[in-house]
């Protein structure tokens, strides 16, 4: 059960942070920066990426009862952004749940540097990533072992972002734009079929009469 649930967690978050994706887009954004910059803004961005998923973590399905929003609405909800974030890596385009639109990259090539946004948000703890957070926390909730286990994969994928980060010209070199599209297509189809699952999961939790 534990392995299971840390399988779980683990593709979740790999698929969502997409570590060889992003190290791929931060590469190209940072392709007139020096390498001690670029590595100094890939460290920065991931700690403050990491204290925003982990602070939602654990005030997340506060605030939705706060807000009277059930989990297993937000399940729904999340699963249906979800899925449309998988739609964009399948098809590999740009709608602004994990990229920047033209006029928030207009504005990154005017700075130099893009720790904060886009970096950290949203490319790494974008709307996709903190609704998976509160998901898989929701699905452990009351098992503090299991919710410790989330909590550990989400520092492994964290810490495998970093390491992506910072050697993201040896990332871009060998994966090229084409291959970091290859690798998104890929994650996306999985990530499609676990937005499927939050859904249904959802479903069963507002309907438990007409879904079984």
Same mark, same amino acid.
């Given at each position: 059960?534990?392995?299971?649930?840390?399988?779980?967690?683990?593709?979740?978050?790999?698929?969502?942070?997409?570590?060889?994706?992003?190290?791929?887009?931060?590469?190209? @954004?940072?392709?007139?920066?020096?390498?001690?910059?670029?590595?100094?803004?890939?460290?920065?961005?991931?700690? &403050?990426?990491?204290? @925003?998923?982990?602070?939602?973590?654990? $005030?997340?399905?506060?605030?939705?009862?706060? !807000?009277?929003? #059930?989990?297993?609405?937000?399940?729904?909800?999340?699963?249906?952004?979800?899925? &449309?974030?998988?739609?964009? @890596?399948?098809?590999?385009?740009? #709608? +602004?749940?994990? #990229?920047?639109?033209?006029?928030?990259?207009?504005?990154?090539?005017?700075?130099?540097? $893009?720790?904060?946004?886009?970096?950290?948000?949203?490319?790494?703890?974008?709307?996709?990533?903190?609704? #998976?957070?509160?998901?898989?926390?929701?699905?452990?909730? +009351?098992?503090?072992?299991?919710?410790?286990?989330? !909590?550990?994969?989400?520092?492994?994928? @964290?810490?495998?972002?970093? %390491?992506?980060?910072?050697?993201? %010209?040896?990332?871009?070199?060998?994966?090229?734009?084409?291959?970091?599209?290859?690798?998104?297509?890929?994650?996306?189809?999985?990530?499609?079929?676990?937005?499927?699952?939050?859904?249904?999961?959802?479903?069963?939790?507002?309907?438990? %009469? &007409?879904?079984?």
């Amino acid at each position: 059960m534990i392995i299971e649930a840390a399988v779980t967690a683990f593709i979740t978050f790999f698929v969502i942070l997409d570590p060889p994706g992003t190290a791929a887009v931060f590469a190209a @954004m940072t392709r007139n920066v020096a390498d001690h910059h670029r590595r100094h803004m890939a460290r920065r961005a991931t700690l &403050l990426a990491a204290i @925003m998923l982990f602070a939602f973590a654990f $005030i997340g399905e506060g605030l939705l009862r706060i !807000l009277g929003i #059930s989990l297993p609405a937000f399940r729904v909800a999340g699963g249906v952004l979800l899925f &449309l974030l998988a739609a964009d @890596m399948v098809f590999a385009r740009q #709608s +602004g749940l994990r #990229s920047t639109t033209p006029v928030e990259d207009a504005e990154t090539a005017a700075r130099e540097d $893009i720790t904060v946004f886009p970096l950290a948000f949203p490319l790494i703890a974008g709307p996709g990533a903190m609704t #998976s957070v509160v998901l898989m926390m929701g699905a452990a909730a +009351g098992d503090y072992q299991r919710q410790a286990v989330v !909590l550990a994969m989400l520092a492994v994928v @964290m810490a495998l972002l970093l %390491g992506m980060l910072l050697a993201a %010209g040896r990332v871009l070199r060998v994966l090229g734009l084409t291959g970091a599209h290859v690798v998104g297509r890929v994650l996306g189809i999985i990530l499609a079929a676990l937005a499927a699952q939050f859904v249904i999961d959802g479903l069963k939790g507002a309907l438990p %009469g &007409l879904v079984g």
